[in-house]
Structure formats: C-alpha cells, structure tokens
C-alpha cells in the first residue's frame, strides 16, 4: 500500500510505542480490537489520546496502568521528550515539570494526570481518545478545563476549544471521578512546599517566618497517616522523611498559629 505524503505516519522508536504525528483528518478510534495498536495483556489498562492543532496535524500521547508501575520513571513503559525537541504547537504530559509523551502509572479513580498545551499562535485544539484497552464501560475519561471548571467525558465525545498563544501547563488535566476534586487545596504565598522524591524527603519552605503549628498528611482515601507537632515553629524551611510512605497521592496540611490553613497535594514516589 502506497501512503500519500499528508497521510504519512512518523513512529519514534521508543520501548513505550509512544508518538507519532498525523495527519488528524483519520477516523476516530475506540475499540480494544483497533488495528495497528499493540494490543495490552488483560492485566494492563490503555487510553491513547489524539490532540489536533488546527484540523492539520495530531500529537499522540499514550497512558498506561499497571501494579507494578510506580511514581517514578519506568523503563520500558515511560518516554519523555527534550525540551528542544517539542514544537510550536504540541502538547504533552507533565510528570515533575517534564515534559513525556508516555506515561505508565497504578490505576486509581482518584488520579490526576495534567496535560500540558504549548501554542506559539491562536489555535483551534481538539483533544480525542485514539484507542481505549481494558477499561470498564462505566469508568469515564474526564478532560478537565480547571480554568473553567467544565469536564468532558472523552470517551462520549470529543473536546474541542480555541487558545490564545500561550504555554498551558496549569489548566487541562485527565481525570477519571470528578469527587476527588472536592478534596480542598489552599495556598498560601508565603509557603511553598517541594517533594524531593530523589532523596525521599519532603520540604515545606517558609520564607517569612510564619508561626507553624504542625503539620499532617492524608492519603487519598482522607486517612491521617502522619502528623508532627513543631516546637520550632518558625523556622525557614522544614523537612520530613517520606522514605516509609508507600507511592501515591498525598495531602499535605499545615496548621499555623493563627489558625490559617494550608492544604497542599503532594506526589511521593519513593525511588527504588
């Protein structure tokens, strides 16, 4: 079979079977039995999603689940893009602030996955699902636009929306049960917190000296799986061991003295 050059595939070599561009005129795929898309062990769940820029080309960007990935980098299941790599107009996944284009993580409903949009120009932008493997029927795929609070079950139909010129690295992500975003976030601007997952160790910067309680940390489900009283209460910095916590989706609350609250989600992924 002989491709014309506006329907020529372009496939990366990477262990992820992760990217490719396209011409976005191809139809919509769906079904597990899709053709030309590696088909998971049962195991495994697969969503692949097509975002289009202008009706004229597609960025591809495969999520994979499985228990035995983690937080961290998985080899062979993981691909990430160098930043002089990414074009005008793209899009990718943001996993620590880097940029990928698959990424592999242990299902769970209350996940949120930020999808990042570059656009060096006003773009029309459709975001779609390519291929779907071994998800339930009833388990949506939410696109959720956080600026306008809005939610698109990508797998009824597709998401399409007009951008201004901008870097989107805050306002998109995938998410699979809009009640995990009930769970609070209050920030703070004279508290900053940084989970260092390459040294297991979590740091919550207090710049200007503001009275400090405690502080505790909540798994997902809203259990209280840490707390610490400080004496000190008005250090700089403060840091905590997280080498004893399992991978996951943390909260982070910190209590000060003036009874303010600051709530905070955190990602730890204990490097093996």
Do not use: C
Request: glycine residues 4%; positive net charge.
């Amino acid at each position: 079979v002989k491709a014309k050059n506006d329907h020529r595939i372009f496939i990366k070599e990477t262990h992820a079977d992760s990217e490719f561009f396209k011409s976005s005129n191809t139809k919509k795929k769906t079904s597990k039995k899709t053709k030309g898309f590696f088909k998971v062990p049962s195991d495994y769940k697969r969503f692949r999603l097509n975002i289009d820029f202008n009706n004229s080309y597609t960025r591809q960007l495969v999520e994979t689940f499985h228990n035995s990935t983690t937080f961290g980098f998985d080899y062979g299941m993981e691909s990430n893009i160098h930043q002089d790599d990414i074009l005008a107009l793209d899009a990718h996944w943001l996993v620590d602030g880097k940029p990928y284009l698959a990424e592999a993580l242990p299902f769970d409903g209350s996940l949120r996955i930020p999808l990042a949009i570059k656009l060096n120009k006003e773009s029309q932008i459709r975001i779609r699902i390519a291929d779907i493997q071994n998800f339930e029927n009833g388990q949506p795929i939410y696109l959720h636009d956080i600026e306008n609070n809005t939610f698109v079950n990508l797998k009824a139909q597709d998401f399409n929306i007009n951008l201004e010129a901008n870097n989107y690295n805050d306002r998109f992500e995938i998410v699979f049960d809009k009640n995990t975003l009930n769970i609070p976030e209050t920030n703070l601007d004279n508290l900053k917190v940084f989970q260092n997952n390459s040294i297991s160790e979590l740091e919550i910067s207090n710049p200007n000296s503001l009275n400090v309680k405690g502080f505790s940390l909540f798994d997902i489900a809203g259990k209280e799986v840490e707390k610490k009283r400080l004496h000190n209460n008005s250090k700089k910095v403060y840091t905590y061991s997280t080498k004893l916590l399992s991978d996951g989706v943390y909260i982070l609350q910190v209590n000060l003295d003036d009874n303010q609250v600051f709530k905070k989600k955190v990602i730890i992924a204990n490097k093996k």
